[in-house]
């Protein structure tokens, strides 16, 4: 299994991204997917997730209502749109994989400890 994280750069406040995870080696489909984000000097958080069915998701409070989380199936890609994008929203993005416990399940974990997959990261750096 392997993710592929994409699509960090340098924006301004008010801009937007499309953060994608590409999976390869696995199916995605049917299991829970989460972004995860760790700031400088600080504790990896959970910015969102979805489960399987996509009728599950979740998403941070400082996120909600900017951020969209989203499940290409073609594709086998998972999205995080990012709107409205703050100073304080700089960070290295990165996307996990749930594969315990989250098949066929309505269900995605918030807690990073949960995934078993990770893929390797991407900065997003909302600066004026």
């Known amino acids: 299994v392997q993710l592929q994280a994409s699509g960090g750069g340098l924006v301004q406040p008010g801009d937007s991204l499309r953060l994608s995870c590409a999976a390869s080696?696995?199916?995605?489909?049917?299991?829970?997917v989460g972004w995860f984000r760790q700031a400088p000097g600080k504790e990896r958080e959970v910015v969102s997730c979805i489960g399987s069915g996509d009728k599950t998701t979740y998403y941070d409070p400082d996120v909600k209502g900017r951020f969209i989380i989203s499940r290409d199936y073609v594709k086998n890609t998972v999205y995080l749109q990012m709107n409205s994008l703050k100073p304080e929203d700089t960070a290295v993005y990165y996307c996990?994989?749930?594969?315990?416990?989250?098949?066929?399940?309505?269900?995605?974990?918030?807690?990073?400890?949960?995934?078993?997959?990770w893929g390797q990261g991407t900065l997003v750096t909302v600066s004026s």
């Open positions: 996990a994989l749930e594969i315990t416990r989250s098949y066929g399940r309505d269900w995605c974990p918030e807690m990073g400890d949960e995934y078993e997959y």
């Open positions: 080696g696995f199916a995605v489909d049917y299991y829970a």
